[in-house]
């Protein structure tokens, strides 16, 4: 059984920085893609960051480009999230998850990805 926890959310004003990461068991975590989403009240679940199995590619959306960094670490099983100059808008609920296929490519939906954390929230004052 794949099991995905996420840590390292929190309140921060805004312009400051703070790293998620969500540790994966369960599963060969170096052969699967993994991505961060997050969902804001009254809206849908949006991607945020995808990484590949091997951390050579990755792809963000647009309103994160430039201030989101997604990394992984196989030898420890994690996938990391860095937030810097965050903004109110970014306020969510974030999610990693991790892709359906062996030695995945990066993927920006949610159908791409199979077994998802519980959650942790990021909530940004202005």
């Known amino acids: 059984q794949v099991r995905l926890v996420e840590s390292g959310g929190g309140l921060v004003q805004a312009g400051g920085s703070l790293r998620l990461s969500c540790a994966v068991s369960?599963?060969?975590?170096?052969?699967?893609?993994m991505g961060w989403f997050r969902q804001a009240p009254g809206k849908e679940r949006e991607f945020v960051a995808t990484?590949?199995?091997?951390?050579?590619?990755?792809d963000y959306t647009d309103s994160v480009k430039g201030r989101f960094t997604i990394s992984r670490d196989n030898a420890k099983n994690t996938v990391y999230l860095q937030m810097n100059s965050l903004k109110p808008e970014d306020t969510a609920v974030y999610y990693c998850?991790?892709?359906?296929?062996?030695?995945?490519?990066?993927?920006?939906?949610?159908?791409?990805?199979?077994?998802w954390g519980q959650g942790t929230q990021v909530t940004v004052s202005s």
């Open positions: 990484i590949n199995w091997n951390g050579g590619s990755t």
């Open positions: 369960g599963r060969t975590f170096s052969l699967f893609a």
């Open positions: 998850a991790v892709g359906r296929r062996i030695a995945g490519s990066i993927a920006s939906t949610v159908r791409m990805y199979d077994s």
